[in-house]
């Protein structure tokens, strides 16, 4: 289930804030320019899905975001615990770092935490299945799914260059394990 945890940048243990309802997630979120919705989706897949039919099964969806975004591409991303790479690509995205573009995410199935970090504020998004996350551009954020990633996600991308993280060089993730 969806949840989302804030605390002071400075007090990791001591959340400030913490709620699954998602209108209170979104509005929290919402304040810091991040869109975070729960889509009820009608459409329903299986984990093992190829990656065409999961982009296929939501293009309607897709083809409204990127509309709205001015969006030009959208793939799948989906890690496995077994994955041979999960270790490695858990470090890649668990450093904080900034894009030059909005970083948006439609969990299909699994989840894992956006954690966004504002005005002194650490912002623990853990996004499941149906929610949808725009992350603005040139905000600080890491994701984690943890040791045992498990999840399925559509990613959508306005720079041809796809996923390119600027890395902050702040340690801070570390204080805030989410896993
Ligand atoms: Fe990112």
Known sequence: MSQLTIFDDLRPGA??????????????LAAIGVRFERWESPVALRPDD?????LAAYKPYLDELMGATG?????????????PSAAALREKFLAEHIHTEDEIRFFVHGGGHFVMHVNGRVYDAYCAAGDLISVPANTKHWFDAGAAPDFIALRVFTDSAGWVAHFTGDTISARFPVA
């Open 71 to 83: 969006a030009c591409s959208a793939d799948v991303i989906k890690l496995t615990p077994d994955h």
């Open 15 to 28: 959340p400030v804030v913490s709620t699954h309802d998602a209108e209170a997630m979104a509005r929290e």
């Open 50 to 54: 190829a990656p065409e039919t999961i």
